[in-house]
C-alpha cells in the first residue's frame, strides 16, 4: 500500500491526529490515506457524546470495547480519524463533530468541500 502524500486540507504538512487511542488507517497516529482506504479515513475528528451516539445510530458503534481488535472504545475528546462520508452525513444530519483542519488530509475534499470543514474547526490554522 503507498501511502497518498500526507499533506492537509489547507496545503501544509499532515500534523498527527492521535497516538492515544492511535488512529488513522495505517495506525501512525495521522490521517493518511492510500488507494486502499475505500473508508477515506481522512477527517481527524474530535468525539463528542452527540456524534459518538449519532454514529452507533447508523451502525457503526465507536464507542464500545471491542478487545478482540485492540480497540478500548471511543470517549468524548478523544480525536480518531473518521471517514470523510460520514463526517459529511453527520453534517448534514446536524451532529457533526469539531475536527482539527492541520490534522485532516487532503482528500478528504474529495468528500467534503473545504467551506464545511471550516465550520467545525477547532483550531484557527485556516
Given at each position: 500500500m503507498e501511502?497518498?502524500?500526507?499533506?492537509?486540507?489547507?496545503?501544509?504538512?499532515?500534523?498527527?491526529?492521535?497516538?492515544?487511542?492511535l488512529t488513522g488507517f495505517f495506525r501512525n497516529g495521522a490521517c493518511?490515506?492510500?488507494?486502499?482506504?475505500?473508508?477515506?479515513?481522512?477527517?481527524?475528528?474530535?468525539?463528542?457524546?452527540?456524534?459518538?451516539?449519532?454514529s452507533k445510530y447508523v451502525g457503526n458503534d465507536l464507542s464500545t470495547p471491542r478487545p478482540e481488535f485492540g480497540f478500548a472504545g471511543l470517549k468524548p475528546g478523544d480525536r480518531w480519524c473518521l471517514c470523510a462520508s460520514r463526517f459529511l452525513q453527520a453534517h448534514d444530519d446536524g451532529?457533526?463533530?469539531?475536527?482539527a483542519l492541520a490534522a485532516t488530509h487532503e482528500?478528504?475534499?474529495?468528500?467534503?468541500?473545504?467551506?464545511?470543514?471550516?465550520?467545525?474547526?477547532?483550531d484557527?490554522?485556516?
Open positions: 501511502k497518498a502524500p500526507s499533506r492537509n486540507v489547507l496545503g501544509q504538512p499532515l500534523a498527527p491526529c492521535s497516538l492515544d487511542p493518511d490515506t492510500c488507494a486502499e482506504d475505500r473508508g477515506s479515513h481522512t477527517v481527524c475528528a474530535v468525539m463528542s457524546a452527540e456524534f459518538l451516539a449519532f451532529c457533526a463533530p469539531r475536527i482528500r478528504a475534499l474529495d468528500i467534503v468541500p473545504l467551506e464545511v470543514l471550516r465550520i467545525y474547526a477547532e484557527t490554522s485556516g
